[in-house]
């Protein structure tokens, strides 16, 4: 079973600065990467699939990066709507199961 | 417009069994898997269940394994996830949600707005 683990936890920023999330596997695997916000009381929102595709709608400030184990989804200028947890989660070709990130908590 | 709508939730005691439903509307639903996702107050995301789109592969997590079927109703355009011997662990909001590509996607593109389900004594 693949574990995901996420950093920071936290992390706090002031509006036009640049976030850094960070995604690692516990082991590489064949399938695919995908980045999702949640904001209180909302269901999550697909940001990027494929490790670095942009979901329908998402602004371009939101990029996603990383193969292997490492993941890397980057706010290149966080604005105060940003604030939400983000999750990673992976799912490969075979288990069809899936498994998320514990999640990180942005702050502006 | 695509939408995923759950129902079902509701207070029930450990041990015993509640059947959670999500109803489709707005895109091909024969073509597209079904997950179930489940948060627990102030906790993160875990991933439950699936069906496929066609219905011949289903799947669960250790967590739910045995207790929990999910299956669904295509004349319906309609997934049902059936939960037995629930246990308080199980306390959380369950969301159902859509694979983003047909037949196979590994990203889940839309959601549902969630429906509670509390295990208490």
């Known amino acids: 079973e693949i574990v995901l683990t ?15 999330l960070s995604c690692r596997a516990s082991q590489s695997f064949s399938g695919s990467l995908a980045w999702y916000q949640q904001k209180p009381g909302q269901a999550p929102r697909l940001l990027i699939s494929d490790t670095s595709n942009r979901a329908t709608g998402i602004p371009a400030r939101f990029r996603g990066s990383g193969s292997g184990t490492v993941f890397t989804l980057t706010i290149t200028s966080a604005e105060p709507e940003d604030s939400a947890v983000y999750y990673c989660q992976q799912r490969a070709n075979w288990p069809p199961g899936a498994t998320f990130g514990p999640g990180t908590k942005v702050v502006l | 417009q695509v939408q995923l709508v759950e129902s ?3 207070v029930v005691q450990p041990g015993r069994s509640l059947r959670l439903s999500c109803a489709a509307s707005g895109f091909t639903f024969s073509s597209y898997g079904i997950h179930w996702v489940r948060q627990a107050p102030g906790k993160g995301l875990e ?13 669960y997590a250790d967590s739910v394994k045995g207790r929990f079927t999910i299956s ?6 309609k997934v049902s996830l059936q939960m037995d011997s629930l246990r308080l662990e199980d306390t959380a909001l369950y969301y159902c949600t859509k694979e983003s590509e047909a037949k196979v996607g590994f990203a889940y593109d839309v959601w549902g707005h969630g429906t509670m389900v509390t295990v208490s004594s």
């Open chain 2, 8 to 10: 079902g939730g509701g």
């Open chain 1, 6 to 20: 996420q950093s920071p936890a936290t992390l706090s920023l002031s509006p036009g600065e640049r976030a850094t």
């Open chain 2, 47 to 59: 991933w439950v269940a699936v069906i496929s789109y066609d219905g011949s592969t289903d799947y």
């Open chain 2, 72 to 77: 669904r109703d295509t004349s319906k355009n």
